[in-house]
């Protein structure tokens, strides 16, 4: 099954705001608001930042949030810092039965 | 502290079989949704198994469907996937997860499954 289509990196400066899109079809991403987005570090499990579109779990900052637009979801990352150096991947609902992730994005902070 | 630990991964030979066990602790793993994902060696997540609350609903991807499954023991507090026909392509870091939502809100920290001749 076809991943979701994600930037395979991103940069931006410290304060500044990045956005990380991903693009999926009629069938999940558009079809569903069952978009999540995840962070982890090399090494590492991935976290939770992002269910449901656009809700943050328990502990997460406001400087993350999510959108979806159609067939695209987006992750913004405000006041940007060095700590949220990372990879970035979305999910999303394809169909009832089936979970789907995004090819990840590296985040640069400059 | 909610928490899930992997183990059973191992170095395999192609056509082989393996269990990973995932523990859980801190919640009740019949009480929520669990999930398998896994990662190859410098790739992207890839999701390989899903268990309903009732344990009679079951998922997977085309990639392993057929031969991996999934199951659970609630007086262990333990999720499972049982692995067959394992292919070199099923080399990766596995993780059981926890859904929430349409997320996954608590991961292991993930065991090695290395198949090779």
């Known amino acids: 099954q076809a991943a979701l289509t994600q930037p395979a990196s991103v940069s931006g400066s410290p304060g500044q705001s990045i956005t990380i899109s991903c693009t999926g079809t009629n069938n999940d991403v558009g079809a569903f608001n069952y978009v999540s987005w995840y962070q982890q570090y090399p090494g590492k499990a991935p976290k939770l930042m992002i269910y449901d579109v656009s809700y943050r779990p328990s502990g997460v900052s406001n400087r993350f949030s999510g959108s979806k637009s159609g067939n695209t979801a987006s992750l913004t990352i405000s006041g940007l810092q060095a700590e949220d150096e990372a990879d970035y991947y979305c999910s999303s609902y394809r169909g009832s039965t089936t979970r789907i992730f995004g090819g990840g994005t590296k985040l640069t902070v400059l | 502290e909610v928490q899930l630990v992997e183990s059973g991964g191992a170095l395999v030979q192609p056509g082989g079989s393996l269990r990973l066990s995932c523990a859980a602790s801190?919640?009740?793993?019949?009480?929520?949704?669990m999930n398998w994902v896994r990662q190859a060696p410098g790739k992207g997540l890839e999701w390989v198994s899903y268990?309903?609350?009732?344990?009679?609903?079951?998922y997977y991807p085309d990639s392993v469907k057929g031969r991996f499954t999934i199951s659970r023991d609630d007086a262990a507090n333990s999720l499972y996937l049982h692995m067959n026909s394992l292919r070199a392509e099923d080399t990766a870091v596995y993780y059981c997860?926890?859904?929430?939502?349409?997320?996954?809100?608590?991961w292991g920290q993930g065991t090695t499954v290395t198949v090779s001749s």
């Open positions: 801190g919640f009740t793993v019949s009480n929520y949704e």
């Open positions: 268990i309903h609350v009732t344990s009679t609903t079951k």
């Open positions: 997860a926890k859904a929430f939502f349409s997320g996954m809100d608590v």
